[in-house]
């Protein structure tokens, strides 16, 4: 990953820092999401958010008459973690 430098007035920094704490993010990550969106990048994310939806509406899970109940879900999720 490459780096940056970029030179920009105290007052507009920070009122960028101010600004992205207020959105929970960063700088950083703000200049970050408009380079890739700027460069064409974004669309690479945006596919991925499609394949991932594309996958789960044709996954068998769900769609046949097997149901669990939350005490199963459970012990199935407990026993995943202890590695059985």
């Known amino acids: 990953m490459g780096n940056l430098t970029i030179t920009v007035?105290?007052?507009t920094?920070?009122?960028a820092r101010i600004r992205a704490l207020e959105q929970d993010?960063?700088?950083n990550a703000v200049l970050r999401e408009y380079l890739?969106?700027?460069?064409?990048t974004e669309h690479l994310r945006r596919d991925a958010v499609h394949k991932i939806l594309d996958?789960?509406?044709t996954a068998e899970s769900g769609h046949g008459d097997q149901s669990w109940s939350r005490e199963e879900l459970h012990e199935r999720r407990g026993k995943r973690q202890a590695g059985q």
Do not use: F, W
């Open 55 to 57: 996958i789960s509406d």
């Open 36 to 40: 890739e969106c700027y460069a064409g």
């Open 13 to 15: 920094l920070k009122r």
């Open 25 to 27: 993010t960063s700088v």
């Open 9 to 11: 007035d105290e007052y």
